[in-house]
T-cell receptor, first 108, second 114 residues
């Protein structure tokens, strides 16, 4: 069983749609990261969360520590948002665990 | 300023060959991480350095894998006697402070072992 589970695995959306990607984890964590990986492999760190909510442009990330769940939202999605979104957690034992990613395709 | 760079970007090796993958972290970053990402999977942790000290190597899959960061900046991941199952993207990341801070990833080295 993976310590980090993401859903959905694949997502296709029309431009301007509101998108939600979910992440559940089973370990105690110090922080949760949302990463974006574009074709070709480059990874960009979007957010690091330990509680509450963060917003950056059209991206919003929330975390509920009690429920061991985080969501990444994209408002007014755009084709350039097409990428793989990866949820990763740093456990209280200082180990990193990664989800297998959600592949997002935004169609014009 | 430059981000994390890795070289080579692509490497094809014959089974049994030794390979060395290089990571140049962001200047001044204390922490450096290596990850292995198989096709269609999320990255998996290999090893962690704080300056020149390798504090965690629990993710290295076998004793054929060896990493070093002798001067606390550039790091090299060496794989000896490569096997086909070593084919993956090897990602390097660095962070300014300790292990819990935001990590900045390099573009990765795509290794194919034939």
């Amino acid at each position: 069983k993976n310590e980090v589970e993401q859903s959905p695995q694949n997502l296709t959306a029309q431009e301007e749609e509101f998108i939600t990607i979910n992440c559940s984890y089973s370990v105690g964590i110090s922080a949760l990261h949302w990463l974006q990986q574009h074709p070709g492999g480059g990874i960009v760190s979007l957010f690091m969360l330990s509680s509450g909510k963060k917003k950056h442009g059209r991206l919003i990330a929330t975390i509920n520590i009690q429920e061991k769940h985080s969501s990444l939202h994209i408002t007014a999605s755009h084709p350039r948002d097409s990428a793989v979104y990866i949820c990763a957690v740093r456990s209280t034992g200082n180990q990193f665990y990664f989800g297998t990613g959600t592949s997002l395709t935004v169609i014009p | 300023g430059a981000g994390v760079s890795q070289s080579p970007r692509y490497k094809v090796a014959k089974r049994g060959q030794d390979v060395a993958l290089r990571c140049d972290p962001i200047s001044g970053h204390v922490s450096l991480f290596w990850y292995q990402q198989a096709l269609g999977q999320g990255p998996e942790f290999l090893t962690y350095f704080q300056n020149e000290a390798q504090l965690d190597k629990s993710g290295l899959p076998s004793d054929r894998f060896f990493a070093e960061r002798p001067e606390g900046s550039v790091s090299t991941l060496k794989i000896q006697r490569t096997q086909q199952e070593d084919s993956a993207v090897y990602l390097c990341a660095s962070s300014l402070g300790g292990r819990g801070e935001t990590q900045y990833f390099g573009p990765g080295t795509r290794l194919l072992v034939l």
